[in-house]
């Protein structure tokens, strides 16, 4: 099955702690993306990755990093200096023309 | 990329075509219109995208206008599955991934 991953589904940390998001995509794209989601709003653009060893930062890149030393993964890393980490975290990946979403790791931060 | 303004919300009967709207008025020349939706606490789906022409596929229809200022998305027979967040988005083709998605519209179909 083609597609993206992304573990855990649920995810819960303490305050102060690094907590990291994995996304694996078997789909041979060379894009590859995460988005932040907070109820009741659309996505909001942390980092994309358009080749293997480079990525940009996004709308809202504070607090976050991310790595992307293989074709397939693109791990996000939710540091300490995120002020606001507890939200619902989506990895994408595409084609030229095409975005494909993963199911989604809803983060939460007590 | 440009932006887009939708509804917050529609209602539609179970059954009947959903027409949803979207106003981009900034559009430029290179930039197409995607169409996805996202059914609660899921990734968003891709529905189908155009650049001026109007396009179908097995999931809807996508009308354009002339000026390419606005789009209608067309579910032409919409059922209770249909119900969910649909997201406008204008951005140029190989740019793909670095768009904005506002808020969308929340379509609800009803028995």
């Known amino acids: 099955d083609g597609g993206i991953t992304q573990s855990p589904k649920y995810l819960f940390r303490k305050e102060g702690q690094n907590v990291t998001l994995s996304c694996e995509q078997n789909?041979?794209?060379?894009?590859m993306y995460w988005y932040r989601q907070d109820p009741g709003q659309g996505l909001r653009l942390i980092y994309y990755?358009?080749?293997?060893?480079?990525?940009q930062k996004g709308d809202i890149a504070e607090g976050y990093s991310v790595s992307r030393e293989k074709k397939e993964s693109f791990p996000l890393t939710v540091t300490s200096a995120q002020k606001n980490p507890t939200a619902f975290y989506l990895c994408?990946?595409?084609?030229?023309?095409?975005?494909?979403f993963g199911p989604g790791t809803r983060l939460t931060v007590t | 990329d440009a932006k887009t303004t939708q509804p917050p919300s529609m209602d539609c009967a179970e059954g009947r075509a959903a027409n949803l709207p979207c106003n981009h008025s900034?559009?430029?020349?290179?930039?197409?219109v995607y169409w996805y939706r996202q059914i609660h606490s899921q990734g968003p789906q891709y529905i189908i995208h155009?650049?001026?022409n109007n396009e179908t596929n097995e999931m809807a229809s996508l009308i354009i206008t002339e000026d390419r200022k606005s789009s209608t998305l067309i579910l032409p027979h919409a059922t209770l599955r249909d119900t969910a967040v649909y997201y406008c988005?204008?951005?140029?083709?190989?740019?793909?991934?670095?768009?904005?998605f506002g808020d969308g519209t929340t379509l609800t179909v009803k028995p």
């Open positions: 994408a990946s595409s084609s030229a023309y095409e975005q494909y």
């Open positions: 990755s358009q080749i293997v060893n480079d990525f």
């Open positions: 789909l041979n794209h060379d894009a």
């Open positions: 900034t559009i430029s020349g290179n930039e197409y």
């Open positions: 155009g650049l001026k």
């Open positions: 988005i204008v951005r140029v083709w190989t740019n793909a991934g670095k768009s904005t």
